[in-house]
């Protein structure tokens, strides 16, 4: 069974910092690009941060650029998304999702149910 789980979310000052963690099973972790989307309230789902399977290049939106840090760990199955600097524009409810090997807007096979960021001024 495919599982991705987020966890680490949570309620904290802006300013602030946490960090998302993403579990992987089910699949061949190596070979997937992992994904971080966002969805506020009666907004557009946004995605946030990406990084690839095989060099591990990453990519992030203009929003987020030097304020959250992407890595992976392929022995854990696990990606991480350091988020510091925190502002109240990035409460929502964070993803992270698996499509084979590259990072793209599109695309994405797998999807974990969310985890909620609230970011209080």
């Known amino acids: 069974e495919v599982q991705l789980v987020e966890s680490g979310g949570g309620l904290v000052q802006a300013g602030g910092s946490l960090r998302l963690s993403c579990a992987a099973s089910?699949?061949?972790?190596?070979?997937?690009?992992i994904g971080w989307f966002r969805q506020a309230p009666g907004k557009e789902r946004e995605g946030v941060s990406c990084i690839s399977s095989s060099d591990g290049s990453t990519y992030y939106a203009d929003s987020v650029e030097g304020r959250f840090t992407i890595s992976r760990d392929n022995a854990k199955n696990t990606v991480y998304l350091e988020m510091n600097s925190l502002k109240p524009e990035d409460t929502a409810v964070y993803y992270c999702?698996?499509?084979?090997?590259?990072?793209?807007?599109?695309?994405?096979?797998?999807w974990g149910q969310g985890t909620q960021v609230t970011v209080s001024s």
């Open positions: 999702a698996a499509r084979r090997y590259v990072c793209s807007t599109y695309g994405y096979d797998y």
């Open positions: 089910g699949f061949t972790f190596d070979d997937y690009a």
